[in-house]
């Protein structure tokens, strides 16, 4: 395997490890995986910055809208999702685990908004974008999302640099109510 390769099947790893049961993170090249309520997140280390961050804070990452997939028709239940979070090359060098991090709260916040539309795990309805209609990007319920991600990966890898980043990225927002940057 190439270095790139194995780079990237640690961080999927490492991701892994601090998302809840049903969340599936992995590789460009890996086929989703089906099961009740699945949300299958891509992590996808483009070689440039294409496009700057929707919600404006950082060109670090992105997460893409939730879509919702009927992959077998007429099976109840057996709906996935699907996301993409990019990993741009700055973050790969500056801080890559905290870039996730904050990812993984706009999904998280993108998981209940869906949820709340109700049909969204039996049906194609969304896409469903982590932006909450009423409130800034970073407002209260990303802030909510983003306190719990950061305490599941500090209950699996300890109060390390990134968790530190995390919350003081997180601190900010509140301290400006979720405006960006
Ligand atoms: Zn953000």
């Known amino acids: 395997m190439a270095d790139v390769e194995i780079f990237e099947q640690e961080v999927i790893e490492f991701v892994n490890e601090i998302v809840p049961a049903n969340w599936n993170v992995l590789s460009m090249s890996e086929e989703p995986k089906s099961f009740p309520a699945a949300l299958n997140i891509y992590l996808w280390f483009p070689g440039g910055i294409e496009e700057l961050e929707e919600c404006g804070d950082t060109p670090m990452g992105e997460a893409e809208p939730i879509r919702y ?15 993409t979070i990019r990993v741009y090359p700055i973050a790969v060098i500056l801080g890559w685990a905290a870039t996730i991090i904050h990812e993984l709260a706009h999904i998280a916040v993108a998981r209940w908004e869906s949820c709340k539309a109700g049909k969204s795990l039996r049906d194609k309805s969304g896409p469903y974008s982590g932006i909450i209609n009423q409130e800034p990007a970073h407002g209260g319920t990303f802030q909510r999302a983003y306190r719990t991600i950061i305490h599941r990966a500090e209950r699996v890898y300890g109060t390390t640099p990134y968790i530190n980043l995390c919350k003081s990225d997180l601190e900010g927002y509140k301290e400006r109510q979720g405006g960006t940057p």
Do not use: D, R
Request: charged share 5%; glycine share 20%; net charge positive.
């Open 69 to 83: 997939y009927n992959c077998m028709p007429g099976s109840k239940g057996m709906t996935i999702g699907i996301t």
